[in-house]
Nanobody, 127 residues
Framework: QARLVESGGGLVQPGGSLRLSCKAS????????IGWFRQVPGKEREGVIC????????VYEDSVKGRFTIFKNRAMNTLYLQMTNLKPEDTAIYYC????????????????????WGQGTQVTVSS
């Protein structure tokens, strides 16, 4: 059974950096697009950045351009999100997700409940 497990969240000061990890098991990550999404309680979930099976990167959120980078370690079957120059508005729960049925994760701006989701990792940017 496919499973995604995020880690790496925490409390960081504005301007700081964090690297989130998303460990995949039960399937080969390279065969499907996979993305990072985030959600603030009480607000709609939003897509942040995604990488397709052909390595094409889609940045959904303009505010993270130049600050967030998505990449994979194929040997570890793990996805990463490198976040730099973090801002208070980046505070959210971050999730990784993939669509193992139709491979639409990188064509879905806000994700879909039928995707395979991780449990999320909290990122808090505050002084």
């Amino acid at each position: 059974q496919a499973r995604l497990v995020e880690s790496g969240g925490g409390l960081v000061q504005p301007g700081g950096s964090l690297r989130l990890s998303c460990k995949a098991s039960g399937y080969t990550m390279d065969y499907y697009g996979i993305g990072w999404f985030r959600q603030v309680p009480g607000k709609e979930r939003e897509g942040v950045i995604c990488i397709s099976s052909s390595e094409e990167v889609t940045v959904y959120e303009d505010s993270v351009k130049g600050r967030f980078t998505i990449f994979k370690n194929r040997a570890m079957n793990t996805l990463y999100l490198q976040m730099t120059n973090l801002k208070p508005e980046d505070t959210a729960i971050y999730y990784c997700a993939t669509d193992l049925d139709f491979d639409t994760a990188c064509r879905s701006r806000n994700g879909d409940s039928r995707f395979t989701w991780g449990q999320g990792t909290q990122v808090t940017v505050s002084s």
